[in-house]
């Protein structure tokens, strides 16, 4: 086979028209040659930080629809799957995403659970670690999110750290404004990038220490503005993520949206697809072609280097994708899943208060990290109750895996003017977690995800709309076109009850996420992310 454009030659700072040579899934030869052919040709795209889960598709269905935007690689942390079903999970997204051809390349989680201030489905501990890292399929150890046990040496985790290095493996991390001695520390154990920047002075600090920086512009999590302007004299050390990316959102495009940004701020050409192709291929060791003799065939065929709209992409010298049609095929897998929970009453969700202040999570769009602010309470017949006209709302998370009583808290920036909304997908353990105007409705969304076991759900008094999650309560068993359409009229529907959230259920699912500050819900109780502690709900 003969590819023939314009070739962009990363590694040497030059574009020359040519043809690629290929067969048996190498490139044979790359040659210059005069012809009329005006498209580009360049590695493929590689997302250096994702969670497939995610997008609530499994490997298979993800992978038919990023080929089309020119990945031809992920960087996967399957930590998701693990805090619901352990080794199992991370075995099941391994198998399902050796079914098609682009390349995934897992790690071992970390971090299951990600604290002990919450309910998961699975562990993982320092022995499964040891037998993981052994495993070729398994190319790295996936973000360390218990920083603070880095920083008070907990012996677990450094037994972690240890085995991926005892195997050669990169280290990830996930360190959100952590800052001298303690950055520091947590780069000197050997943890190698992280994602989570989301200051510029933040990723420079951290840049400087030798760590490498991912720019995250995920679906929730945006932080390429706050961090591009490193790129041009860090472009050696930066690389690009989704970490999250909601099936609406990959419909619409990938790792070349945020290749044509960087390009539409003048930033060199080279060091753009430097960030986005070559150097999560280097720092993780992946078997990925670099458009290079002998490499294997994976590139891709743009129209231009400047909205780097995909004609054709190539996976070990197969045409996987074609002007916007992806030649991938859907593939049959087995539904795992862990839910254990009966359905909730309406007074599950009272509680009962007199305080005339209460402690308040306050969402901040497009931001993992929140805020903890006070409100005053509204309290009906002894219960804390939602006050819409505030917009202070009653939040829930739900123990999924056995019957325990519903923790709650309050949370302000959802916007909800009625009805509630619900799903079971909630970093990192994944129970059901839920925000609305009333116990009532909170409960109907709560029993509306537990009758499906997974999804997530919109509800009003005249309408309920649910996407069904059967793989692991998290993902679907559809392909993205299907989900994603569900999906984008469910966040439409939370949007006309009054949300004014980009990504209202993106949103949702980090309420949860006890390792990320400031305030945050686990199902266990309110949790102070700073003080590492749980907190209480009166304020005063």
Not at 489 to 511: C, H, I, N, R, V
């Amino acid at each position: 086979m003969i590819v023939q454009g314009n070739i962009v030659d990363i590694a040497n700072r030059k574009i020359f028209k040519g043809e690629v040579e290929f067969e048996n899934e190498r490139i044979v030869e790359i040659r210059e040659k005069n012809h009329q052919c005006e498209n580009y040709i360049l590695p493929g795209f590689v997302d250096a930080h994702i969670h497939i889960e995610s997008s609530m598709l499994v490997p298979s269905e993800f992978a038919k629809i990023a080929v089309k935007h020119g990945t031809v690689a992920t960087v996967s942390d399957p930590h998701e799957i693990a805090n619901v079903l352990g080794v199992k999970g991370v075995h099941f997204m391994i198998e399902n995403g050796k079914k098609v051809p682009l390349k995934f390349n897992f790690g071992a989680p970390s971090c299951v659970p990600a604290t002990s201030f919450e309910s998961a489905g699975a562990i993982i501990d320092a022995d499964d670690i040891k037998q993981m890292m052994q495993n070729p399929d398994i190319k790295y150890l996936a973000e360390m999110m218990n920083y603070p046990g880095v920083l008070f040496d907990d012996a677990e985790v450094l037994a972690k750290i240890q085995y991926a290095k005892n195997n050669n493996k990169p280290i990830d991390g996930h360190a959100p404004g952590l800052r001298g001695k303690d950055a520091t520390k947590y780069i000197a154990a050997g943890i190698s990038t992280d994602h989570e920047c989301f200051s510029y002075e933040e990723a420079k600090e951290k840049l400087e220490k030798g760590m490498k920086v991912i720019i995250r512009e995920g679906s929730a999590a945006k932080n390429f503005e706050a961090l591009i302007d490193l790129l041009p004299e860090n472009y050696q050390n930066m690389m690009f993520c989704s970490d999250d990316k909601h099936p609406d959102d990959l419909l619409l495009g990938h790792i070349n949206q945020l290749c044509e940004r960087a390009v539409a701020k003048g930033i060199d050409i080279f060091k753009v697809l430097e960030a986005a192709c070559v150097n999560p291929v280097k720092h993780y060791n992946l078997e990925v072609g670099l458009l290079q003799n002998g490499d294997y065939a994976d590139f891709i065929v743009v129209e231009n280097l400047q909205n780097f709209k995909v004609l054709e992409t190539y996976i070990n010298g197969e045409l996987v994708a074609k002007n916007g049609e992806s030649f991938l095929k859907s593939v049959d897998f087995e539904i795992l899943n862990n839910f254990n929970t009966d359905k909730k009453k309406v007074e599950d969700f009272r509680f009962e208060s007199s305080a005339a202040k209460i402690r308040v999570i306050e969402v901040l769009d497009g931001e993992l990290v929140t805020n903890q602010i006070e409100a005053e309470s509204f309290i009906e017949n002894g219960n804390l109750v939602s006050n819409t006209k505030i917009d202070v709302l009653k939040m829930t998370v739900v123990n999924r895996y056995k019957n325990e009583q519903p923790a709650i808290a309050f949370i302000k920036n959802f916007g909800l003017k009625e009805g509630a909304i619900a799903s079971s997908v909630g970093h990192d353990s994944h129970n059901i977690i839920a925000v609305g105007v009333s116990d009532e409705v909170i409960c109907k969304a709560v029993n509306l995800i537990i009758e499906n076991k997974g999804g997530i759900c919109a509800i009003n008094d005249t309408e309920e709309k649910i996407v069904s999650l059967p793989v692991a309560g998290i993902m679907s068993d559809k392909s993205a076109n299907e989900i994603g359409k569900q999906y984008a009229e469910l966040d439409k529907m939370a949007k006309q009850m009054g949300s004014q959230l980009k990504a209202p259920y993106m949103s949702l699912s980090f309420m949860a996420l006890l390792v990320i500050p400031s305030l945050k819900l686990s199902d266990k109780g309110l949790f102070d992310g700073n003080t590492f502690k749980f907190t209480s709900l009166d304020f005063s």
